[in-house]
């Protein structure tokens, strides 16, 4: 998607070639007008897969899963990192562990807002190990749903998550794919 990695080359900051910074308009401060363009875009890569339900995790997957259940009718639920104390029925849960925070979450969704034989979109922001979208698929299909696909904003394909995911069989869709870092700035992979 070349609006967003237009924004990635102007805003994007690269750590130590080691982690890509976009809280300028992605996952701190949100830029509107760009989550549409990406839940238009997300959503006809996937229009013939019947999908029913999207899935994403708290919280950064939020905003990007929202256009998208908007363009494509569909309710949106989120997995939590945390169980409130207001989840008092019984829950889906699957641990997750975040390579940005580096540590693991339970993460969970109540099972009425995942109810059985559902074909589902799983949506995150990134995608580096693929720890957080297997979390997620192991997730949904304890539930005994489908997952039809993984949606990716940025991937940074020099990492294991792809290969993981594909080798287990999903289908993943990311709208920019990085190559590697170097020098501080973002290779792209050209599709």
């Known amino acids: 998607m070349e609006l967003l990695k237009q924004r990635i080359m102007e805003e994007g ?3 130590n070639n080691r982690v890509l910074k976009v809280d300028s308009f992605l996952n701190h401060q949100i830029d509107p007008k ?3 363009a990406m ?6 890569r996937f229009k013939d897969k019947g999908i029913q339900r999207i899935v994403t995790i708290e919280a950064s997957g939020i905003a990007v899963a929202l256009p ?10 989120f997995a939590r990192k945390k169980k409130s104390i207001l989840m008092t029925d019984d829950v889906y849960h699957s641990v997750v562990y975040s390579y940005t925070k580096e540590e693991n979450y339970d993460v969970t969704i109540s099972k009425r807002f995942l109810p059985e034989g559902e074909k589902v979109l799983i949506i995150d922001d990134f995608l580096a190990s693929g720890e957080a979208a297997m979390g997620l698929c192991k997730l949904v299909e304890s539930a005994g749903d489908t997952v039809e696909g993984i949606a990716i904003v940025i991937e940074k394909s020099f990492q294991p998550g792809r290969e993981r995911l594909e080798r287990a069989g999903y289908d993943v869709q990311s709208l920019v794919r990085i190559k590697a870092f ?7 992979i050209e599709e």
């Open 13 to 15: 900051i690269v750590l």
């Open 34 to 36: 760009l989550f549409v």
């Open 39 to 44: 839940g238009k875009e997300i959503a006809e």
């Open 68 to 77: 998208v259940a908007i363009e494509m009718d569909v309710p949106l639920v």
């Open 182 to 188: 170097e020098n501080d700035r973002c290779v792209f």
